[in-house]
């Protein structure tokens, strides 16, 4: 795998930053001045019914602080200015609220882009969708999950965190997002900053380009900062839409595994 900037493919959009990389936090000033507004947030579906977790009512928020070459998204995360509209966190937990009554689902989530890009917004949700008695599923990359907003989420008892591991190791990060290798460590510190929380979490991690050895690295690391965090990791494979093949070739990253969705 290279790991110095000069091999980032072309392919990685990097809008901004230092260096050769882009740079995740100079990112997320940038992308939260287009889809944040006065407490609301840009989205671009408002809300649908999905079959993951067994079923679950979504809110797809527009905007993302990482630019991963797997990324099925697509004009939401690359094209955010021509592409939703503002809602504030109400509508949204309203949406939700009444999506999952009609499909009869005790779960809610924010998905499509990063959902921590706009903290008040994301914590007025969650509180309004606990008051309705639904459950939130947090789904992030962690960059942003600091110990302030993992304490300001541990209030809510309505609430599990699943972070998004962008490879395995900071190596494959780079590879895979085109942000620098050391952004991969904030992600392994969001999970420690949500488990000395209490908060509810378990780690994710794209393993469609990782070897065996390099899985069983991650595992190791995870079982040092707490052994459920390693019994609990998910594998996540790429899903194969047209945009995302077409990308991974431009790349020269074939997926070890991956489906069609
Ligand atoms: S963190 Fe998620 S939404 Fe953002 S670019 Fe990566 S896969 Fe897409």
């Known amino acids: 795998m290279p790991e110095t900037p000069k091999d980032r493919p072309e392919s990685h959009p990097a809008k901004t930053g230092s260096g050769e990389w882009y740079d995740p936090a100079v990112l997320t000033e940038d992308i939260g001045r287009i889809v944040l507004n006065n407490g609301q947030r840009k989205y671009y579906r408002l809300a649908r019914a999905g079959r993951w977790y067994g079923g679950i009512a979504t809110a797809d928020c527009c905007g993302c602080n990482l630019r991963c ?51 008040n917004h994301l914590l007025q949700v969650i509180h309004a969708v606990e008051a309705a008695g639904l459950a939130f599923i947090l789904e992030t990359n962690g960059l942003l999950l600091d110990l302030s907003l993992a304490k300001a989420l541990s209030v809510h008892s309505n609430l599990h965190v699943r972070v998004s591991l962008k490879g395995t190791d900071p190596a494959e990060f780079a590879r895979l997002t085109g942000a620098p290798p050391k952004y991969f460590n904030k992600q392994l510190k969001a999970l420690e900053n949500l488990l000395v929380s209490g908060v509810s979490c378990h780690p994710a ?5 990782s070897p065996p050895e390099k899985i069983q690295h991650l595992r190791e690391t995870l079982q040092m900062i707490h052994p459920d965090l390693e019994r609990d990791l998910e594998k996540e494979t790429v899903l194969l839409y047209p945009p995302v093949v077409e990308r991974l070739k431009e790349a020269g990253l074939s997926p070890l595994e991956g489906y069609y969705p």
């Open 205 to 209: 991690a794209m393993i469609s380009f």
């Open 69 to 119: 070459l797997f990324c099925w998204s697509g004009k939401p995360r690359d094209n955010v200015e021509d592409v939703g509209n503002f809602y504030g966190a109400f509508e949204v937990a309203q949406a939700l609220i009444s999506t999952a009554e009609k499909h009869g689902y005790g779960l809610v989530r924010i998905s499509g882009n990063e959902p921590t890009l706009g903290r």
